[in-house]
């Protein structure tokens, strides 16, 4: 009904969104090209009144964010690797989260590192987003609570020593 589809249709970055009585406004994270291949397969979705199909055009960028000495966005490279654009940013921070380090693709979908012996970096698309989390903030434990503990130490020790009396 739109005509189709243009020559600069990024379909890999499309977004579906949809409103509903129980969910509110949600986006579902889809694959366009595998739709268009495959109508009426498991991934084609039933349209409903109000669904928005939005479909951008070829992106050229992936942005970088979080815990990288220097967050900005670069210009997407075929073939390039997580790592490659991690350091194009500087390189991790001291505070960065390298193995919880997760890449946000143009339809919403998301996708991890995973690490068994060798760290498995996930694939990066233009309109890519990096996402390079912190360390969480470790409390250390204050003097009030060193002083607690010791005292309690000390107090076990009389009392073991007053019963090997």
């Known amino acids: 009904m739109a005509g189709g589809l243009t020559p600069q249709s990024f379909l ?13 406004s949600e986006f579902i994270a889809i694959n366009l090209q595998k739709i268009l291949q495959n109508p009426g397969g498991n991934d084609d979705l039933l349209l409903r009144d109000g669904d928005i199909l939005d479909i951008p055009e070829e992106m050229q960028t992936v942005k970088i964010t979080g815990n990288v000495q220097n967050p ?10 997580l790592k490659y654009y ?16 997760y890449i946000r693709y143009p339809n919403g979908a998301t996708s991890t590192t ?10 990066v698309l233009p309109g890519s987003q990096i996402v390079v989390p912190a360390k969480p903030e470790r409390e250390g434990i204050s003097t009030q609570t060193w ?4 005292s309690t130490f000390s107090s076990i020790a009389v009392a073991i020593a007053a019963v090997l009396r």
């Open 12 to 24: 890999e970055g499309a977004t579906f969104s949809r409103v509903t009585e129980e969910l509110g």
């Open 86 to 101: 991690i350091d194009k940013c500087g390189g991790f921070s001291t505070d960065a989260l390298k193995r919880k380090v």
């Open 72 to 81: 900005f966005s670069v210009t997407y490279e075929e073939g390039k690797s």
């Open 114 to 123: 995973k690490s068994f012996i060798v760290k498995n970096y996930p694939k």
């Open 147 to 150: 002083l607690s503990i010791a």
